[in-house]
């Protein structure tokens, strides 16, 4: 049974790109939440999806956007690059979205804004 | 807001010593809590949750017991391996932030383990 999937792996961009990453959830699983991750912190908590809909959001800018397919895999855009976009991307899937379901994370992308 | 502190990094231990990681946290409601772990180059792995007062949870030799009256969440193993060198992560799921499984991770705690 896959897990969650990620990619790209790694990515490379410069300032004012655009950038698409995605996302396949663990087998089972409908709900998608992604978060990102800056060098040496913990992860920040981005947007949920679930049933193809945004059901939460942190604080981050509309330059963040996302996407849930019907197969529940899902897609995390983000416009005009900052060099502070530089992160590693989690995504992490469930089975439900109660408190205390568990999360099952990917490896992550990395992302390099230049 | 919600938030976790957990004690800053890093912590440094020989071989079959005893481990501490502290957490506290401040939520609106009574959150889930939770022990991820971070391997160099992976993803985050969930270590162990509980998801009431007193609960202990329990994982390849860690716990953690939820402590509601010191909003703690403390993670303990008694003896130390090296393949435990990771980064600790402390994390909470409150109940009155939209009802959903959004997850309010510390900062995290760097431990190494030398032979």
């Known amino acids: 049974d896959a897990g969650v999937t990620q990619s790209p792996t790694h990515l490379i961009k410069t300032r004012g790109q655009q950038v698409t990453l995605r996302c396949s959830p663990k087998s089972g699983h409908d709900t998608v939440s992604w978060y990102q991750q800056a060098l040496g912190q913990g992860p920040q908590f981005i947007f949920q999806y679930y049933e193809e809909e945004e059901r939460q959001r942190g604080n981050f800018p509309d330059r963040f956007s996302g996407h849930q397919f019907p197969n529940y895999s899902s897609e995390l855009n983000v416009n005009a690059l900052l060099l502070g976009d530089s992160a590693l991307y989690l995504c992490a899937s469930s089975s439900g979205t109660g408190w205390g379901d568990e999360q099952f994370f990917g490896p992550g992308t990395r992302l390099t804004v230049l | 807001g919600d938030s976790v502190t957990q004690m800053e990094g890093p912590v440094t231990l020989s071989e079959e010593a005893f481990l501490t990681i502290n957490c506290t946290y401040t939520a609106t409601g009574y959150p889930s809590l939770f022990w991820y772990v971070q391997y160099p180059g992976e993803g985050l792995q969930l270590l162990l949750k509980a998801t009431k007062a007193d609960d202990k949870g329990s994982n390849k030799g860690f716990e953690a017991t939820y402590r509601k009256e010191t909003t703690s969440f403390h993670l303990e193993k008694g003896s130390v391996q090296v393949s435990d060198s990771a980064v600790y992560f402390c994390?909470?799921?409150?109940?009155?932030?939209?009802?959903?499984?959004?997850?309010?991770f510390g900062a995290g705690t760097r431990l190494a383990v030398h032979p």
């Open positions: 994390a909470l799921s409150d109940p009155f932030s939209g009802g959903y499984n959004k997850l309010i």
